[in-house]
C-alpha cells in the first residue's frame, strides 16, 4: 500500500491560525501599546513615553490595591492549598457515606454564578455579625478556590501508585512521615498546578470581592471597575503591562527550568 503524503497546511491555514491569535491576543496588544501613550486620555495614541511607568509607582492609591491584591491573592491560595490537598488525598484514601455526595458538591462553587456566591457570602457574614475586612475577603477566596484546588489534584491523585506508601510504611515511617516524604512530593506537580490556578483566580475576581470588601479594603480589580465608570488612568495601563512582563518571564523561566532538569535526565 502506497504510503500517504503528508500535506503541509497552506497560506489560508496560515491566515486562519493568524487570525484566531489576533483575536484572542489584540486587547493585550493594546493595553501594552497604549502603555506608551503620551495621551493620558487613551483615544488617539500621539506619541511614544515611559513617563507612565514612573507614575505608577508614585500613585499612592493604585500602589496599595495592587499590595492588597497580591496579599489577598497569597493568603487565600496557601490555605487553599493546604486544605484543598489534604481534602483531595482523605477523599481518594478512605470510604465513607456521603462520599459521592461530596464529590458531587464540589463543582457546585464552579458552576453557580460568581454573583450568588457573593451576595450568599454577605449574607453569612451579616447573620454571624462579622465585620467585612481583608479576612471576610480571604474565607470569600478560599470558598471559591478550594475546589479548584482538589479537582486539579484529583487528576494527579487517580495515578498515584499505593505501593510507593505501603513500601515506605515498611521501612519503618509512620504515617505522618510518609505524607511528607513521599505522597506529597509526588504529588507536587497538582499542587503546584492548583495554585497557580488559585492565583489566578484570586487576582481576577471583582463580584464576590466587592460584596465582601471592608471598608478601605479596595482591591485592585475593584479599583480599575470603578474607574471604568469614567477614565482608567494611563498608570493602570503600564501596571498591567508590568504585569504581562512578568508573568509572561515567569513562564519562559519555568520552561527553561524544565528543559534544563530534561536534559540532564538523559
Not at 77 to 95: E, K
Not at 149 to 168: C, M, P, Y
Not at 178 to 207: C, E, F, N, Q, W
Amino acid at each position: 500500500m502506497k504510503q500517504k503524503e503528508k500535506r503541509s497546511p497552506g497560506a489560508l491555514s496560515f491566515l486562519y491560525a493568524g487570525l484566531v491569535y489576533l483575536f484572542l491576543y489584540l486587547p493585550i496588544f493594546m493595553v501594552v501599546g497604549y502603555s506608551f501613550n503620551t495621551n493620558d486620555n487613551n483615544l488617539v495614541f500621539k506619541g511614544f513615553t515611559l513617563h507612565w511607568y514612573g507614575a505608577m509607582f508614585r500613585d499612592h492609591s493604585l500602589m496599595r490595591s495592587l499590595l492588597l491584591t497580591l496579599e489577598l491573592a497569597l493568603v487565600s491560595t496557601l490555605i487553599s492549598v493546604v486544605l484543598g490537598t489534604l481534602a483531595a488525598i482523605g477523599m481518594h484514601r478512605y470510604d465513607f457515606k456521603l462520599k459521592k455526595t461530596l464529590d458531587n458538591m464540589l463543582y457546585v462553587p464552579i458552576v453557580i454564578p460568581e454573583l450568588v456566591i457573593g451576595i450568599a457570602s454577605l449574607a453569612t457574614f451579616t447573620t454571624l455579625n462579622i465585620t467585612l475586612s481583608f479576612w471576610t475577603l480571604v474565607i470569600a477566596h478560599v470558598t471559591f478556590c478550594v475546589p479548584f484546588v482538589i479537582i486539579t489534584l484529583r487528576a494527579r491523585i487517580a495515578g498515584f501508585d499505593k505501593s510507593i506508601e505501603e513500601a515506605a510504611m515498611d521501612l519503618g515511617a509512620n504515617q505522618l512521615r510518609t505524607l511528607k516524604r513521599v505522597t506529597i512530593p509526588m504529588l507536587l506537580p497538582g499542587i503546584v498546578s492548583g495554585a497557580l490556578l488559585s492565583i489566578t483566580l484570586s487576582l481576577d475576581d471583582v463580584i464576590i470581592s466587592y460584596f465582601v470588601t471592608g471598608a478601605g479594603d479596595t482591591t485592585l480589580p475593584i479599583k480599575v471597575y470603578g474607574m471604568a465608570r469614567g477614565k482608567i488612568s494611563t498608570e493602570v495601563y503600564a501596571l498591567f503591562t508590568t504585569m504581562i512582563v512578568i508573568t509572561i518571564s515567569i513562564y519562559l523561566l519555568a520552561m527553561l527550568m524544565k528543559s534544563i532538569a530534561a536534559k540532564r535526565r538523559k
